[in-house]
């Protein structure tokens, strides 16, 4: 079964349901989103199981959570807002479109195919059409790099 | 310029030796002879058609200069056993770098028209042959598709995807020009 809806960077362009209920929702964009890339929070507990260092350990704590949340959200975040308008200006310039299908179930998958504007349109109907029936296609007019990391 | 690039005149100096590559292919008539001539034909194609189109105010990019390099050594090697009347496969030296610059596709498709229309020529001027005919069209077929994905500022997935299908089409034309010199 497929549906169409607007296309858009963050709304999926159609989705679709397989023979087996796999459900993909498949985007359109021209903009390559930065990754989420998370930082080293440094350090470990200096706890060594002796008494007397459980103090000391406690004292690290709040530096330990500065840290996680440093390398875990703060770098990331700030790498995203640095590079997002760099991918965009870039997706606006160019004439390759990047089409994802994106399944949760039964485990996470992200399938890559890169077109150009000319041949988007009929890249994604062979592409639905493809996982409606329960296969991954490769139309011509594209190029399919597989799953994403 | 990057530190790296090479005066591109240093470049097509290594290519001189193979200018005879040209006329010999078409003096030499076919068989083991003249399978030899076609390959320093299509070594010396891709060679200068790589530098030409790699060219920047005088530099090449050093990873093309090595590439040309490797195969302009591979010409005179290849014009030897055609003036010796052997024949061969020859085997297009691999690509050190695991993705190509524009300047580098642009060059591989130069030479993959450049060869097509050798091919396309010399096939014309024989008797009807449909299934050389039919490889002919699997080449052009090559030529369409990456036309259709050529674009200006390709990211990385169409240009590995455009140096793929131009990989293939150059291994194409390059056995179908070897059956046609080998053929009667």
Redesign the interface.
């Known amino acids: 079964m497929i549906h169409t809806a607007r296309v858009g960077l963050f709304r999926p362009a159609r989705t679709v349901t397989g023979p087996t209920g796999d459900y993909w929702e498949i985007y359109v964009s021209k903009t390559a989103l930065p990754g989420w890339k998370e930082g080293q929070a440094g350090g470990n507990l200096s706890y060594d199981g002796g008494y007397g260092c459980a103090g000391f350990a406690l004292f690290e704590l709040p530096f330990m959570l500065l840290s996680f949340l440093w390398a875990n959200i703060v770098v990331p975040l700030g790498r995203i807002l640095f590079l997002l308008p760099i991918a965009v200006v870039r997706g606006r310039r160019s004439r390759a479109v990047r089409i994802e299908a994106v399944t949760d179930y039964p485990h996470r998958q992200v399938l890559l195919w890169t077109t150009t504007d000319g041949y988007a349109p009929h890249v994604l109907d062979e592409i639905v059409a493809g996982l409606a029936a329960g296969k991954i296609v490769q139309p011509t007019g594209c190029i399919y790099s597989g799953q994403e990391d | 310029m990057l530190r790296a690039d090479v005066p591109a005149a240093l470049v097509t100096a290594l290519g001189r030796d193979g200018a005879d590559a040209y006329d010999v292919v078409d003096r030499l008539p076919r068989g083991p002879a003249r399978e030899a001539a076609w390959n320093t034909y299509a070594l010396q194609t891709y060679a200068d058609k790589l530098v030409g189109a790699g060219r920047r105010a005088g530099f090449v990019r050093a990873d093309t200069a090595l590439y040309a390099k490797s195969v302009y050594a591979l010409v005179a090697g290849w014009l030897e056993r055609a003036h010796a009347g052997a024949g061969g496969t020859a085997t297009l030296p691999r690509w050190s770098s695991g993705m190509h610059s524009a300047a580098q596709l642009a060059g591989m498709r130069e030479a993959l028209m450049a060869l097509r229309t050798y091919v396309a020529f010399d096939l014309a001027s024989r008797a009807a042959q449909p299934e050389l005919e039919a490889r002919l069209a699997e080449i052009d077929a090559c030529i369409d598709?990456v036309d259709?994905?050529w674009?200006?500022?390709?990211?990385a997935?169409?240009r590995?995807?455009?140096a793929g299908t131009l990989t293939g089409g150059l291994e194409q034309v390059y056995e179908l020009g070897r059956i046609l010199a080998l053929g009667p």
């Not at chain 2, 674009?151 to 990211?155: A, T």
């Open positions: 598709r259709g994905l674009i200006e500022r390709p990211p997935e169409l590995g995807g455009i």
